[in-house]
């Protein structure tokens, strides 16, 4: 089974801290990007995060200097530290792995179920 699985997912407080997680196959973490979604009621999947197998980020201005993307390559586990989270971070949050290649970008991915997390005080 190649599907990434969430976990980590719950109710925080603003101005606390959340910390997701998404194992992977490791026949795919060795060279995929990791990345977060997030698709909040009403609205369009976006992006949170990504980062390479090289260790590369890349982060929505939205989340910029809050979140962390990182990567455990011996775990084959890629996380998402949330700090100071705001209600409008409230979503459901996916893993991705997705193939470096441009050709093969987006077309042979694979997608977690999500995880729900819930920001409120």
């Known amino acids: 089974q190649v599907q990434p699985v969430e976990s980590g997912g719950g109710l925080v407080q603003p101005g606390g801290s959340l910390r997701l997680s998404c194992a992977a196959s490791?026949?795919?973490?060795?060279?995929?990007?990791m990345g977060w979604y997030r698709q909040a009621p009403g609205k369009q999947r976006e992006l949170v995060a990504t980062i390479t197998s090289g260790g590369s980020t890349n982060y929505a201005d939205s989340v910029k200097g809050r979140f962390t993307i990182s990567r455990d390559n011996a775990k084959n586990t890629a996380y998402l530290q949330m700090n100071s989270p705001k209600p409008e971070d409230t979503a459901v949050y996916y893993c991705?792995?997705?193939?470096?290649?441009?050709?093969?970008?987006?077309?042979?991915?694979?997608w977690g179920q999500g995880t729900q997390v819930t920001v409120s005080s």
């Open positions: 490791g026949s795919i973490f060795r060279i995929y990007t």
């Open positions: 991705n792995a997705d193939h470096p290649s441009p050709r093969l970008r987006g077309k042979g991915d694979y």
